[in-house]
């Protein structure tokens, strides 16, 4: 097994999936407490770090799997590009990619 492939053992399908549905939470609970009435400095701080933090991380996960055939370039690029903005380009994204693999094979993808 190359360095490379054995760094990249916990990438899956399923791993960065969920992890995009968990940022596109962290998200939408970010811009709920934008949004909400009062100060809401300390919880849209912390959830603006989150989101930036795990965006970071999910462009370099997605990239990384995008060159080791996980996920499709569409997916990488959605989740780099846009994922910034709006995490649910991501995680939609994600969800047709596994329509297609399922539709195609008819198994689940790992």
Do not use: N
């Not at 407490?33 to 370099?60: N, R, V, Y």
């Not at 060159?67 to 499709?72: A, D, E, F, G, Q």
């Not at 997916?75 to 994600?94: D, K, N, R």
């Amino acid at each position: 097994m190359t360095p490379t492939r054995w760094a990249a053992r916990p990438l899956t399908f399923t791993r960065l999936k969920r992890t995009s549905f968990t940022h596109s939470c962290v998200y939408l609970a970010l811009l709920l407490s934008a949004f909400a009435a009062g100060k809401p400095e300390p919880l849209t701080f912390i959830l603006g770090m989150t989101h930036g933090l795990m965006w970071i991380f999910m462009s370099t996960a997605c990239i990384v799997a995008a060159r080791l055939r996980i996920v499709s370039l569409r997916v990488a690029v959605a989740v780099a590009v846009l994922g910034g903005i709006a995490p649910f380009f991501g995680s939609y994204e994600f969800l047709r990619q596994e329509r297609g693999r399922v539709s195609r094979s008819g198994d689940p993808p790992r």
